[in-house]
């Protein structure tokens, strides 16, 4: 940890961010591998972790540049970046964004481990008796606890965003295929939507394009 | 093969996880529950003191050992500023009757100090007459304690190898009434504090202090030279222009604190 305050709290930074990703990305293909769902959807689960992984790393760079306001210079962020390797390989993991590098999803859990290991390096100290403080070893385990929960959130809002996304794709798909072009903004007959519409609607159709909001009485 | 490896792995993570919330549990945060009663819990022993003939070796007699005690006194230089101490290096436990006032060439007690009782437990038997000579006030500044001092408070000057007990030179305190305390393990003492001061004739005040007990306890255990102690702390506060000092010097409140010590040697 070092002796310097700065320091320790970058590191409960980014313990925070990414030590519980491990505990997440096994828990979620334990699931899934004894889970069957609908339409593959653990293995699209399956997929998205690295990219859940990636989201957490904007976050943390996010919250960096945060700190860094409103002095971007080098000096400033050599000062703020104490443990320079350490946080530029937390910085990296936005990489994962890349679909090439997230296809390899072991790197993700290669990449959290670093972190992931700060936490059993205190724990092991505890155990071994070189370390008195047990408040360390106590701080350590209340930002892992909140990195589970925010990796949990993390996973969760891409599966929503990934459900949402597939659930649209496939309601366009399908009203292509019935015709029914209700997600356009188009008014079917018998479909009031104003009163001029209802004097009509046994002889027109009016279309609406959503992009503009262009009509087109058929 | 590789399901195996990471429910292994998943396996190893939680046991890690579990084994780290266990360790770093400390219960340190945890409400202490509300105290049963806000009354102060007070455990009283029995303890019995009492002076006898002062007989060496005699363990039930407890003798004041005058050269471990100190009667100390301070007040507001110049009525404002911070305090002003300094200690009487001549007093003793002893009542003085009209014929001992008077000078004793010894550089000894004077008189016996067998003027006191302790009861631990029943305090309306406990008693203490005590005295300081006023003259042998020494606040470190040998030319004030020999000097102006001596004016302030109309004492007369110091004889070597002479303790002064006449009236002008001393200061008496005589308990009328201990009590328990019902908010510390200590007592409430009542008491007359008599001097004469600047005035022409010994003047007397009634005035509240309190007592704390030292608990006894046993010196150099095991040995053959093994023997007890304990200790009284008294602390009052008077206003010494009720007897007629007149000096800005110091504040009107003198505070006196009187440690004592006794043994069973």
């Known amino acids: 940890m070092g002796n310097n305050f700065f320091v320790y709290v970058q590191q409960l930074e980014m313990l925070a961010f990414f030590s519980g990703y491990p505990l997440i990305y096994f828990l979620i293909r334990f699931l899934t591998h004894n889970v069957t769902l609908k339409n593959g959807w653990e293995a699209r689960i399956v997929s998205i972790l690295p990219f859940a992984y990636a989201l957490i790393g904007s976050l943390y760079l996010g919250l960096q540049l945060k700190n860094l306001y409103p002095d971007y210079t080098i000096v400033n962020i050599k000062y703020r970046f104490q443990q320079t390797y350490l946080n530029i390989w937390a910085v990296m993991s936005i990489l994962f964004w890349i679909p090439a590098i997230s296809k390899k999803q072991v790197l993700s859990i290669l990449h959290s481990l670093i972190f992931f290991f700060l936490v059993l390096r205190d724990l092991f100290f505890q155990f071994a008796g070189f370390s008195q403080n047990r408040d360390i070893l106590k701080n350590d385990m209340r930002i892992y606890t909140v990195s589970i929960f925010l990796n949990l959130a993390a996973v969760t809002v891409l599966a929503l965003l990934s459900f949402l996304l597939s659930f649209r794709k496939k309601s366009q798909h399908h009203d292509t295929a019935t015709g029914d072009p209700s997600w356009l903004g188009m008014t079917m007959p018998g479909k009031k939507t104003t009163e001029s519409d209802a004097k009509t609607d046994s002889m027109q159709i009016k279309v609406t394009y959503p992009h503009d909001n262009s009509q087109l009485y058929l | ?265």
């Open chain 2, 1 to 265: 093969m590789k399901q195996r490896s990471e429910k292994i792995l998943l396996a190893l993570l939680v046991i890690i996880s579990i084994t780290g919330y266990i360790t770093s549990c400390t219960h340190e945060n945890q409400v202490l529950p509300p105290p049963a009663t806000n009354t102060p819990v007070i455990n009283r022993g029995s303890g019995v003191f009492l002076p006898g003939t002062l007989t060496v070796g005699d363990t039930s007699q407890w003798k004041f050992d005058q050269v471990h005690c100190s009667v100390l006194w301070s007040g507001n230089y110049l009525g404002a500023a911070g305090l002003l101490t300094g200690r009487f290096n001549a007093f003793g436990i002893s009542s003085i009757s009209t014929a001992q006032k008077m000078q004793y060439v010894t550089s000894g007690q004077p008189l016996k100090d067998t003027s006191w009782a302790f009861y631990e437990n029943d305090p309306t038997k406990t008693y203490f007459n005590g005295y300081v000579q006023m003259n042998t006030s020494n606040t470190g500044e040998p030319g004030r304690d020999g000097g102006c001092y001596l004016g302030y408070v109309s004492a007369p000057k110091i004889i070597s190898g002479t303790q002064n007990l006449i009236d002008s030179n001393i200061a008496v305190i005589k308990t009328t009434q201990v009590v328990l305390d019902p908010n510390s393990p200590g007592y409430i003492v009542t008491m007359v504090l008599t001097w004469k001061g600047l005035l022409a004739a010994p003047h007397d005040t009634t005035i509240n202090g309190t007592l704390s007990y030292v608990k006894r306890e046993t010196v150099g255990a095991g040995t053959a030279s093994a023997y007890d102690v304990f200790g009284l702390q008294l602390n009052f506060t008077f206003n010494c222009r009720s007897f007629g000092m007149t000096t800005t010097e110091i504040s009107d409140a003198i505070t006196v604190q009187c440690n004592m010590n006794f043994n069973n040697k």
